[in-house]
């Protein structure tokens, strides 16, 4: 469980980078931000699915519709949303919302594994872990929170902010979940295979939405806007490494761990996000910052200690009541 716990945390030090490209491209709406790099995402997926081709007869059209959903939520809509939230309400506040996933995944997860009679743990013994995440959540953006709200009155658009924050969290808690119930039901398919055949399906749609929209809005100063270069460099970066990279790291932990164990995982995205804010503003972390940095990472490390105690039990009484 050790080398899928790695894989997820790789993972959210890709994904919380991403929090970061509405600051590197201030010219650019959040819209064209989001559809460049879903391009760059379907763009390394051809490559992916052709040197995992075989794969392709084991794949059924159930599958391909599953993988569509997936993609146009996880890939397209909720990073829009999350840009435009970043945009309107900045990053702490985006972060805060953001951070609740882990929570509402694991308890989800936990609960849905309960009712299919897998491997679940009594919800009061994750209050300690799931109260700890909650507090440092709080406290990591203790400061940007702080600050937001108290300029909120010089931003007309920060409730439109909260409105995008609160529909993106509600799309990445059924992503994970989704995604991780495929994945579990095909342990033969690769993971990677399953990430490409996601973000394939995002390069005609992204190709055709960019061209509507550049045309029909006209809100970009030419065809690649203002700083071309800057532009495609970093929605190439975003899209291979930070997104298609980081999505089957990802899937491969899925396959390693259960669900209820990833939702936690997702506390790291949002700390990430918050390293990489001070990493571009050259700012140290504060206080409020460290000490809530420490309670989300305890919190994780606890509730991953309680499932993978139940996982031995269960191997215990296997062990057992076969002698």
Known sequence: MLFGVSLGLSACVLWGFTYLLPLLLPQYPTTYISIARAIAMGLTAVVGLYLQRQYLAKVTRSDWKCAFWLSLVGNLIQPWCLFTAV???????????????????????????????????????????????????????FDGLIQTIS????????????????????????????????????????????????????????????????????????????????????????GIVCSFGATALWNAMCQKVPTAIAGPMLVFETIFSVVWGCVYASELPSLTLFVGMVLLVSGVVYALTLFNSLQKNEISDLNRSEL
């Open 87 to 141: 945009l309107y309400s900045g990053v702490a506040l985006a972060a805060t919302f953001f951070g609740l996933i882990p929570v509402l995944v694991a308890l989800i997860a936990n609960e849905r594994d309960r009712k299919k009679g897998k491997l679940f743990l009594p919800v009061r013994r994750l209050t300690i872990p799931l109260a700890m995440m909650l507090a440092g959540l709080f406290l990591s953006n």
């Open 151 to 238: 300029n909120f009155e010089e931003h007309p658009n920060f409730f439109i902010g909260i409105i995008f924050a609160s529909a993106s969290t509600a799309m990445w808690t059924w992503y994970p979940i989704r995604n991780a119930d495929w994945l579990l039901d095909h342990a033969q398919i690769s993971p990677v295979f399953f990430a490409s055949m996601q973000c394939f399906l995002l390069l005609p749609f992204g190709i055709l939405a960019y061209i509507i929209l550049w045309c029909a809005s006209g809100d970009l100063e030419g065809f690649l806007g203002p700083k071309p270069i800057d532009f495609i460099g970093w929605s190439l970066f975003a």
